[in-house]
């Protein structure tokens, strides 16, 4: 299902830009077509650089196992929320030392700056769980999700400052403007798409596809811990459809009216999400001692 | 005796022999084999102490005759110190071959491991301060018989002069907690002023924090750890500053009760300043070595975050989040142990075949040493706290107890207990940042210099070891429940959630972390792509795309590169100097010369000025050291009759 949601991003973003656009089907049949290729790949390399593909595919695997879909969730994986940094970091770590068996400096000033993005992201992303897991009481997804329905969680500042950094998260897991740029191919400016460029056939397949799982993990989540959904089974479930795809014209919206920043300020921009966090949490803690 | 009992006195007998026979010509092998062999019977002894065997020796006492004796936290301990140190000592078979006073260093390499194994055995004050002084002085023997170099020379220098540094809080504690009989009683220090229990805890810290590596007092370790023999630095990073913890553990959660209201907080603030900036200027370090160096004193930051989270968590009353605390301090503890010692005999390996460890100057051996190099990426990967090594699983648990402890302590906690765990989420980044990098430079990619190319594999007694460190990663990363069975029983807190036992975990109000479920799913996962990968046909081999150049080596990616986004944006806090020098030949560039180094802050702004106030101060008292016979003469009459007049006074 992963590849829908870029898919139609990209749908959307045309729209949005007055173009005719592909369908958001479009994603499968570049995955097909991928499928099919036999692969190229550069002189001497190690085991590191043939795994990575499938290593960073299998721990995105994982974190879906782990990410609960609406109220629905996998009991034997678990879901807490902190193994899924750990398994994000794993397929962080197999892309961007694969990025270094061939050596070359596109890939690597992408996997740099990936790696640097993530020093300020991961504790952003830490912080908003724990607002969120504030309201729930536990760090477990599934009562989290569960907790985002009630309306006194709902009301609360912190939750909302969390949305907010959530918000960030979102673009800079997905890759998407004003953090990066998925449309491009001009070398010096990419990130998430500068350690891709060596994989060609099965092994970019792969790469592609975490990339759209990527998306669906974040904007499930998002959907998941911040929109209230009905909790009867069918109507959850298209309840979550809507406020997935609602997401998608959103991050489209947002990707059409900003342009890149300069990657020196993306930090920045990530510490001013640090600070929403700080200020819900002294709400919260506020709010705790009344 | 019980079973323990004789294994330790049989391991200490053994060792010992060990350490003679290494004495003699020819007899370095098998002196080394047979000290491995004493370590490990020494450790099988503590193992069956934590698995509830029932204690050995005697309890501590407050006297001065010598005592030993293992309880279940001191068994934890010894039993660490022989899984580190049996391996280190086997490698070091292969490692001491052809060095120059291979004899001399592998017998100071026993005395060293026996040291440690004495100061947490020991069960009085004295011959814990004996052990540990053998402790700090044996290594920085063995790095002057492995290297008379200035540096090294420095390097001893500086680590002695901490060492004293460390000594005097570490001697003054002890000595006051046995001249007070804490050491035995839990309540003798009830009746004291807080002023003087604030005293005690200020010298522990300050002592055992020193020894420790803890910012800011972790000047010494960047340099010692790496100027040592690699076995010997797999030992002291690995197991000696998890002795020194040891002995805070001691004294914070034994003896020093009740603790004053400011460790805490402040063991938790040094503790995030030495994990976050500990791996900073790790990423920023260019020498394998001395980058790992640094990694301990970020390692030694996040188990001290758990044991600040248990402190905090049982002086808001909270018994069962203390012991989950306290168990990731002790879990991370030996997973720390494991794959440092790991990664720090992988760096030997490296140094045997390559000569310096420069990290702009390896590259490709992953090609060269298979063996050694697989076992140094699953290190890496357990260090950088990736699923699904052990180094997740105690960051997963450290996470955990600080999250709770946010959730569910009091105002001060809460604000606390997120702060410490953001500060761990970037650590945890950081530190994937960095051996992203190190697996990069040194294992992947080409050759960088003849030497590396033409290195091989190191002989089996140099690999084995650090296969069985590798896997044993492996094993506690995907159940890290059964050894968190028996740590569970160490804490003053009680025993843990049933739930943290078993092959999954849970800590009350957290989702559960399965790890073998997982790594199972990792794992068929990656067989079934890389079955389909295979299926696709032959790979055909393509030159890499740099915008239609000649790849050249000279081009090649750089530790500073790679980290330059980073130390741009971090500019304002680490303060990178660089020099751009062009030389021009009338209108054409002649040469280019680029320097840039990341100085470390801590050693200019806080230690260099320090220093010189102290050497200002030795030089006034430099005037008293005349060396003339009658002069101290006059200088022992002075003290005798003050000491005289002392005693009198007292009597009186």
Request: net charge positive; glycine share 10%; aromatic share 6%.
């Amino acid at each position: 299902m992963a590849p829908l949601l870029p898919g139609l991003i990209q749908t959307i973003k045309a729209r949005l830009q007055g173009r005719r656009g592909t369908s958001p089907l479009q994603p499968y049949r570049e995955l097909r077509r991928l499928w099919r290729k036999r692969s190229v790949a550069p002189q001497d390399t190690t085991f590191v650089y043939r795994v990575a593909p499938s290593v960073s595919a299998a721990a995105l695997v994982g974190a879906l196992l782990v990410v609960p879909v609406g109220a629905s969730a996998i009991g034997w994986f678990g879901s807490d929320m902190l193994v899924l940094v750990g398994l994000l970091a794993l397929a962080r770590f197999a892309t961007a030392a694969a990025a270094w068996d061939p050596g070359g400096g596109f890939s690597l000033m992408g996997a740099g700056r990936d790696l640097m993005f993530s020093v300020f992201a991961e504790p952003l992303l830490l912080l908003a769980l724990v607002l969120v897991a504030a309201g729930a009481r536990s760090t477990d997804l599934t009562q989290m999700v569960a907790a985002a329905n009630d309306a006194h969680v709902a009301s609360l500042p912190a939750h909302w400052c969390a949305a907010l950094a959530f918000g960030l998260i979102v673009l800079v897991e997905t890759g998407r403007q004003p953090i990066d740029n998925p449309d491009t191919h001009l070398e010096l400016t990419m990130v998430h798409e500068g350690p891709l460029l060596e994989y060609a056939g099965r092994d970019l397949a792969m790469l592609q596809w975490t990339a759209a799982a990527r998306h669906w993990l974040v904007l499930m989540l998002a959907a998941g811990l911040f929109v209230p959904l009905p909790q009867s089974a069918p109507w959850n479930m298209l309840g979550l459809a809507a406020a997935v795809a609602a997401l998608c014209a959103l991050v489209a919206v947002i990707e059409s009216s900003l342009a890149k920043m300069r990657i020196l300020r993306v930090p920045a921009l990530l510490g001013a999400g640090v600070a929403t966090c700080m200020i819900g949490l002294a709400s919260w803690i506020a709010q705790g001692a009344a | 005796m019980t079973t323990q009992a004789w294994l330790l006195v049989a391991g200490a007998a053994v060792a010992t022999a060990g350490i003679v026979v290494s004495v003699v010509p020819r007899g370095l092998r098998p002196g080394l084999s047979l000290q491995a062999l004493g370590v490990a019977l020494i450790g099988v002894a503590g193992g069956l102490v934590v698995l509830g065997g029932g204690g050995v020796g005697s309890e501590f006492r407050n006297g001065l005759g010598p005592t030993v004796g293992i309880d279940p936290l001191s068994g934890f301990f010894v039993a660490a110190i022989a899984i580190v140190s049996t391996p280190a000592l086997i490698y070091a078979r292969g490692y001491l071959s052809t060095s120059k006073n291979a004899r001399a260093i592998a017998a100071i390499s026993g005395v060293f491991v026996l040291a440690l194994v004495g100061v947490v055995i020991a069960r009085d004050a004295v011959t814990f301060l004996m052990m540990w002084e053998l402790m700090s002085v044996a290594p920085a023997v063995a790095i002057l018989l492995a290297s008379r170099s200035s540096e090294s020379s420095r390097a001893v220098l500086v680590y002695l002069g901490s060492t004293h540094l460390a000594g005097v809080g570490v001697w003054l504690s002890m000595l006051t907690l046995a001249h007070l009989g804490a050491l035995t009683d839990p309540h003798a220090l009830a009746a004291q002023p807080v002023l003087v229990r604030s005293l005690l805890a200020l010298a522990a810290l300050v002592g055992f924090g020193t020894k420790a590596g803890l910012m800011p007092l972790h000047s010494w370790l960047p340099r010692a750890h790496p100027a040592a023999p690699g076995h010997v630095s797999a030992v002291m990073s690995g197991m000696m500053i998890k002795v020194a913890l040891y002995g805070l553990v001691r004294m914070l959660f034994f003896w020093l009760a009740p603790l004053p209201e400011w460790v805490a907080p402040v063991l938790l603030g040094a503790a995030a300043l030495s994990c976050v900036a500990g791996v900073l200027y790790a990423l920023m370090q260019h020498e394998l070595k001395r980058l790992l160096a640094f990694h301990s004193v970020e390692n030694v930051g996040i188990i001290a975050l758990g044991l600040a989270a248990a402190l905090l968590a049982s002086a808001a009353g909270q018994r069962p989040l203390a012991a989950i605390a306290f168990a990731a301090a002790m879990l991370h503890t030996l997973n720390h142990a494991l794959f440092k010692s790991l990664l720090f005999l992988c760096a030997g390996s490296f140094q045997k075949q390559v000569g310096k460890l420069d990290l702009d100057r390896l590259g490709g051996l992953l090609r060269t040493m298979p063996l050694t190099g697989t076992a140094f990426l699953a290190g890496s990967m357990a260090i950088a706290g990736i699923p699904p090594f052990n180094g997740f699983a105690s960051e997963w648990l450290t996470l955990q107890a600080l999250v709770q402890l946010a959730l569910h302590g009091r105002a001060t906690d809460t604000a606390m207990g997120a702060l410490a765990a953001a500060s761990l989420a970037a650590t945890a980044a950081l530190a994937v940042f960095c051996f992203v990098k190190v697996v990069g430079l040194v294992l992947l990619g080409t050759h960088r210099q003849k030497a590396v190319a033409t290195s091989h594999e190191a002989p089996a007694s140099m690999t084995g070891p650090v296969i069985f460190l590798a896997a044993l990663c492996l094993g506690i990363g995907v159940a890290p429940g059964v050894v968190l069975g028996p740590i569970g029983h160490l804490s003053p807190y009680g025993p843990l959630p049933a739930s943290l036992v078993g092959v999954s975990l849970a800590v009350p109000g957290s989702g559960t972390f399965a790890p073998l479920a997982l790594a199972a799913v990792i794992v068929v996962c990656t067989a079934a792509l890389q079955l389909a990968r295979r299926q696709a046909g032959t790979t055909a081999p393509g030159p890499m795309w740099i915008c239609g150049q000649v790849p050249d080596s000279r081009l090649a990616w750089t530790s500073a590169g790679f980290t330059k986004s980073l130390r741009l944006v971090l500019a304002v806090v680490l303060r990178p100097r660089r020099t751009v020098s062009i030389e021009l030949d009338g209108v054409l560039v002649h040469s280019v010369v680029h320097e840039s180094e990341v100085p470390h802050l801590f050693d200019e702004v806080l230690f260099r000025p320090a220093l010189g106030r102290v050497l200002a101060a030795s030089r006034v008292l430099r005037r008293t050291q005349s060396g003339s016979l009658r002069a101290y003469l006059t200088y022992l009459l002075v003290t005798l009759a003050v000491v005289l007049a002392a005693v009198r006074l007292e009597l009186s």
